[in-house]
């Protein structure tokens, strides 16, 4: 979602931005496409660091307001902080954006002039150990957003069968050896329950036969699938991008940023059918769906991070913008 690095010295709590520099990836063109405007309303359904919603917020003053949605207590937290630099224009809800519609409509949030949805991690995630979702760490292996909800990768990890993890992690993170770190894994459980980052990173590693020639850690698409299955994202991103058309005024805007395959092949086929007046498959002689087109697609080719900010900010090298329009 975002990439920051660390000040020295320990943060204040009371001070929004003492803590990270903050760096929202394709902060440029998720404006441009979203298009705020002065006295607009919109939602930025993943707050995470909050720089995609401070800049909405300052193109779309005096008096544009925002609903600012994230699973995570942490990162609502930090928008109640923003919030106090627009008083009375940012609105806050703790909720997965799977609930967008019913979130939105709590909140008064109906027919909005444009939704944002980033789809990756948090750095704040990221660079909190006890979290859990980083192996960079030695820390407990939790990976859920929020934390006094379902089930952790620790529990996946320990409980799950062989079969139904090597199929997540195929399935999830595309990981050809799925396997054998599936049988690497039960293994290891028997002689000791996996509760650690690093000791799960390490059993990964030895699975795939070491880092040699390696671009990335071994562990990396490991760790990636049981995120995505801690959370159950590719769903909940279904039913967040399902209830958002809905919420979209004549012209409103939705932009989505997504950082693997997955994702933005959901992303893709969702606009694609949205923008379709019949979707019925191929080879049926009349239509029988009643489908009618309610988006118009703004990209249609993918738009990607240029290679300034790559440069600056690797971790947007992966990342993926699409972007619709809501039609009359």
Request: hydrophobic content about 35%.
């Amino acid at each position: 979602m975002v990439a920051e690095s660390r000040h020295d010295g320990p943060p204040n709590a009371g001070d929004f931005s003492s803590h990270f520099s903050h760096t929202p990836v394709m902060l440029d063109e998720a404006v441009r496409y979203l298009t705020p405007r002065s006295g607009g309303r919109y939602i930025d359904a993943t707050f995470g660091g909050g720089g995609h919603s401070r800049a909405i917020l300052e193109h779309c003053g005096p008096d544009g307001q925002l609903l600012a949605l994230d699973a995570d207590p942490d990162a609502i937290d930090r928008a109640t902080r923003l919030a106090e630099s627009f008083p009375g224009r940012l609105h806050t809800a703790q909720g997965n954006f799977r609930d967008l519609a019913q979130l939105a409509t709590e909140h008064h949030f109906e027919k909005v002039d444009g939704i944002l949805m980033d789809l990756g991690l948090s750095s704040y995630q990221l660079d909190q150990p006890e979290r859990g979702f980083s192996f960079r760490y030695a820390a407990p292996l939790d990976m859920r957003f929020d934390r006094n909800h379902g089930m952790s990768a620790a529990e996946i990890v320990n409980s799950w069968d062989e079969a139904d993890l090597a199929n997540v992690i195929f399935e999830y993170g595309e990981e050809t050896r799925s396997r054998a770190i599936a049988r690497a894994i039960v293994a290891e459980r028997i002689r000791e329950p996996i509760t650690t980052t690093d000791r799960l990173a390490s059993i990964v590693e030895r699975a795939c036969g070491g880092r040699r020639g390696r671009a990335i850690h071994p562990a990396t698409r490991t760790f990636q699938s049981l995120r995505i299955a801690v959370n159950d994202e590719l769903q909940a991103l279904r039913e967040g991008l399902a209830g958002s058309v809905d919420l979209l005024a004549s012209g409103g805007r939705l932009v989505v940023i997504s950082f693997h395959s997955l994702e933005d092949r959901i992303v893709k086929n969702f606009l694609r059918d949205e923008a379709t007046d019949c979707i019925c498959p191929p080879g049926t002689p009349v239509c029988v769906c009643d489908h009618r087109a309610r988006l118009r697609i703004l990209t249609r080719k993918v738009v990607q991070a240029d290679g300034a900010e790559e440069a600056r900010n690797p971790r947007s090298r992966s990342a993926k913008l699409r972007a619709a329009e809501r039609l009359p």
